[in-house]
């Protein structure tokens, strides 16, 4: 009963307000939710100077009021209406969202549209937050084997110029040093509606959504001068290395990142599926070479945040080895899987298969919901990406055609060309910990 | 879908909410082949994936007494090789299909998954069946995870979270086979192969199993194609040993588990609890989402956004097929730890002590259905809920009288719920830190037994 292949199209439709606010509208009868963001062009790359972990930071202080909605009152709502919310922060976005029954449509535009509008927040405030956010970063980096590893490792080795190579979780110093005028200077410097963009997924007419964003939301100011930064990088001639102490876990871990080219230039369709050929799963070459083949490693896994980011990023594989092995040693074998396909490049009989499966996982990623809290999170992710940096949301139809019509001659001509020592840092995990002698 | 009712974009009060929309669960073919393995299939057509789970209604807890760990580390191994697929070709024929595959087991089941494209449906759920029926456990690739196994519960030894887990349950459940969340390194040595094959045999079985599909597909031919893959599939029902009853405890007392240096630390409390059988279930759920199981209740409003002690408080139902369990737990400033505990105690007495408020009580209904309905709108909540309802057993309309269920709760049934649920005088509370640090003040809540990371008892 195979079926035969389907090639997905979802819905879109765009409108930009007169303020600037771009607002994307994806309709989805099947089931009575609606899933909004309001995504702001913003992220921990651009934080103040001496302000590292200021965006987080600032992600807290937005759902500590409004100017309609005191304290925990955004909560409250959302909550009483059947939903779930909650923000991130990221490089280049910070997101605020919600899923909710579809009669609460209106409540949660009226919502994000007030916090988009004036934050009304206080010092006691701002000092709760700065508790929370500590904590935060205890539970997840400070008091966890491998916490931050390697997120938060490899930007300060394999970046110079700061917006891409500090601290983003922050030091506790500049967490402390942060001040309220900090916070409101940052919000009307970036909060504003010509920096952001409004997503409605789910059940809902778009013509009736695009009225009550504009009813809500087109009255708030534009920001007339948002600041343009400089993120570029400097050319890399060498290899950067480093090492971090590891406090908890028992094993050595390396990280091992390779820069890669600009966000939607030919290469970068390469990218996304070479990182699938070398990492695809357990089928991926680094996995079964070093975990499999040659047991020197326990677990392999991958990050390349392709269609999320709009700056310097990495593809980055992270390799926690057997105590028994060197890290240097580790790292030679990993190098023989990267010289095996500068060398050989790679068979159709495997590229196509890599395709079919990243053709499933991107539908995967679509459809993902975080656990199943927020459907089609996913899907509004990419919209507000795409809408943001390319400028246009109907790239979520056609981006897949760019990474299916990688051809074998170019993996092998990016691996020659981008999987170099002068293009790559490597950070070592050091275990430290009496737990990690035997 | 609301229309707006004011014309005013600078309105200070929040817009009422619209008339409610019914949510309607998805129709359900269920069906049990002849050879006892019940099959659930819904058809979810947005994306053109299918989404499979295979459970067994067998896991660590019927072996928990001669060898812990077992189910798990045979799940681990049975996607690894089968009667004619080695290793390789099972990974490779899944990227070809562009599937994930996954084999787990936890205490109550073991389950074999997959999710991929939907016109590979069948290749997909041959390779499960393969798996279910043909594992043919390589002693290589068992020895290679067997020592991957080992690491990894290194690491796990090291995490603050897992510790406090592992010495909870062991309180709580004492010779229950739930008191067990992880073997020993010496258990994960004396596993063998053979041990493995005999779980396998005994209870990979489909008179024990549950097959739920979610995707892409029609009923019908699904059902169809499931009955030639795996309807001549044949194994007697396992026998499942009695299981023992977890302590009666009496009186607060407190378990420190020793983490030299630590810059957090990590409370979990709780008591012995209900499962989604009990008739008090629902009150309990709507219970715990006003005192900590929501972002918005009174344990979060408390410790997180009012006092600044922790990121991530949080209080939850965990419903074990046998025998639920309540918890309270969150990552806390080691200077702060007598003054959380205090507040979790105070919250979890005003809860037995006074009816919720008429606007709590209606804010918690609203959302406990309404997160709970999220479920229909992906194929992964789908296969979420309807693995519950099914695995479980149960009962009929479960899913569709939820909401009304949830509705008709008042505020007298929360506090009848948290009086009988929260036992806050008898509670078990675990520490995960320094004692140097926070010695002192886990010893105003009880007598205090202190442990290593590894399980032995400190002086």
Redesign the interface.
């Known amino acids: 009963m195979n079926a035969p292949a389907k090639l997905l199209h979802i819905p879109v439709e765009h409108t930009t307000l007169a303020n600037g606010l771009r607002v994307v509208a994806s309709p989805d009868r099947s089931a009575p939710f609606v899933t909004v963001g309001v995504y702001y062009q913003i992220g921990f790359r651009l934080e103040p100077r001496g302000r590292s972990g200021f965006a987080h930071l600032f992600e807290h202080m937005m759902f500590q009021g409004s100017e309609n909605a005191g304290k925990m009152e955004h909560i409250r709502l959302i909550n009483s209406s059947g939903g779930t919310l909650n923000g991130t922060t990221n490089y280049d976005i910070t997101n605020y969202f919600e899923s909710v029954p579809s009669n609460a449509l209106e409540r949660v535009l009226w919502l994000e549209a007030d916090r988009m509008r004036a934050l009304k927040v206080d010092d006691e405030n701002l000092r709760n937050q700065r508790d929370v956010v500590k904590e935060e970063v205890r539970v997840n980096v400070m008091n966890q084997p491998y916490g931050g590893f390697p997120w938060l490792d490899l930007p300060p080795v394999a970046f110079r110029n700061w917006p891409n190579a500090h601290n983003f979780y922050g030091d506790f110093a500049d967490l402390d040093a942060a001040t309220l005028a900090d916070v409101q200077t940052f919000f009307h410097t970036y909060y504003a509606p010509n920096n952001a963009v409004l997503l409605m997924l789910g059940d809902f007419e778009p013509a009736e959504g695009f009225a009550l964003a504009k009813q809500y939301f087109e009255n708030i100011p534009p920001q007339p001068k948002l600041p343009l930064a400089d993120v570029s990088e400097p050319a890399q001639t060498e290899e950067r290395t480093g090492a971090v102490d590891e406090k908890l876990g028992p094993l050595p871990a390396i990280a091992i990142g390779y820069t890669l080219p600009p966000r939607e230039s030919p290469d970068w369709y390469v990218a996304g599926i070479l990182d699938r050929v070398l990492h695809g799963g357990r089928a991926g070459r680094v996995f079964r070479k070093l975990v499999l083949d040659e047991q020197i490693a326990v677990d392999v896994s991958s990050t390349a945040d392709l269609l999320d980011t709009n700056g310097p990023t990495q593809m980055v594989t992270s390799i926690y080895h057997k105590p028994e092995f060197t890290s240097e040693g580790t790292i030679a074998i990993f190098d023989e899987v990267i010289e095996e396909i500068q060398q050989k490049g790679i068979a159709l009989d495997e590229l196509d298969p890599v395709k079919v499966k990243f053709r499933s996982d991107f539908y995967s990623s679509l459809e993902g919901g975080m656990g199943y809290s927020m459907p089609r999170f996913g899907l509004m992710h990419y919209l507000a990406c795409f809408t943001l940096f390319d400028g246009d949301p109907h790239r979520v139809n056609t981006i897949l055609d760019g990474f299916l019509a990688v051809t074998p001659e170019q993996v092998q001509a990016f691996a020659r060309k981008y999987l170099v020592a002068r293009n790559r840092a490597v950070v070592v995990r050091r275990p430290v910990a009496p737990g990690g002698a035997r | ?4 009712t004011t014309s005013s ?15 309607a669960w998805p129709q359900r073919t269920v069906r049990t082949l002849s050879n006892g393995l019940q099959v659930v299939l819904v058809e979810s057509r ?4 299918i989404s499979a789970q295979l459970y067994f209604r067998s896991g660590n807890a019927v072996v928990a007494h001669s060898a812990p760990g077992l189910a798990e580390m045979t799940a681990t191994v049975v996607r690894l090789g089968t009667a004619t697929r080695p ?2 070709l099972i ?2 024929d ?7 595959l996954g084999t787990q087991a936890g205490a109550d089941s073991s389950a074999i998954s997959a ?9 997909i759920l041959e390779l499960m069946a393969d798996l279910a029926r043909h594992a043919s456990f390589p002693e290589d690739e068992f020895e ?1 995870e067997r ?2 196994r080992l ?2 519960l ?2 796990d ?4 979270g897992f510790l406090a887990s592992e010495r909870f349950r062991k309180v709580l459940f004492g010779a229950h086979p739930y008191a067990v969340v992880a073997p020993t390194e010496e258990q994960i040595a004396a596993f063998t192969r053979d041990q493995l094959a005999e779980f396998y045999r005994k209870h990979y079985v489909p008179a024990e199993s549950v097959l739920v599909v979610v995707g ?2 029609s009923a019908d ?2 059902l ?2 499931i009955e030639k893959i795996f309807g001549a599939w044949n194994a007697p029902k396992p026998d499942v040993p009695a299981f023992p009853a977890p302590p009666q405890q009496s009186g607060r007392r407190v378990y420190l588990v020793h983490m ?5 630390t990590q409370v979990l409390l709780g008591n012995l609890s209900i499962t989604r059988r009990d008739p008090d279930w629902f009150s309990l759920v709507l219970a715990n989402s006003i005192f900590g199981g ?3 209740s009174r344990l979060v ?1 408390n410790i ?9 408080p949080h209080s939850g139902v965990n419903a074990l097929r046998r025998q639920g369990y309540f918890t309270v737990r969150a ?3 080691n200077d702060v730890v007598a003054a959380t505990l205090t507040e979790m105690f105070y919250e979890m007495d005003r809860m037995r002590s006074l009816p919720v408020t008429a606007e709590e009580l ?3 209904r ?2 406990i ?3 709970f ?9 789908l296969l ?1 809920q309807l693995s519950t309802v099914y695995l479980d057993q149960l009962p009929e309309g479960y899913l569709e009288n939820y909401r009304d269920k949830i509705r008709a709760l008042t505020a007298a049934d929360v506090l009848a719920a948290a009086r009988r649920h929260f036992d806050s005088a008898n509670a078990q509370i675990v520490i995960v830190g320094d004692r140097a640090q926070v010695g002192e003040q886990a010893a105003l809540f009880g007598p205090v037994e202190t442990f290593d ?1 590894q399980g032995a008892r400190l002086a």
């Not at chain 2, 947005?46 to 994936?49: A, S």
């Not at chain 2, 999710?115 to 290749?123: C, D, K, N, R």
């Not at chain 2, 030299?260 to 957090?264: L, R």
């Not at chain 2, 997180?304 to 991530?312: H, L, N, W």
Request: proline share 7%; aromatic share 8%.
């Open positions: 879908m609301t229309s707006s974009a600078l309105r200070t009060q929040p817009p009422a909410l619209g008339p409610e929309s019914p949510v947005n994306f053109p994936k290793s390789r990974e490779e899944l990227r070809r299909m562009g599937a994930s999710t991929g494209l939907a016109e590979f449906s069948s290749g290679r020592r991957q690491e990894e290194r690491i030894r090291t995490t603050p892409d597909f031919a699904m169809a194609e030299p240096g630590t810059v957090q929501a972002f918005h409003i997180r956004e009012q006092k600044g002690y922790t990121y991530s990552a806390v400033r209606d804010s918690a609203s959302y259905t309404g997160v309905s999220l479920g229909v709108a992906t194929q992964d909540g979420g990371a």
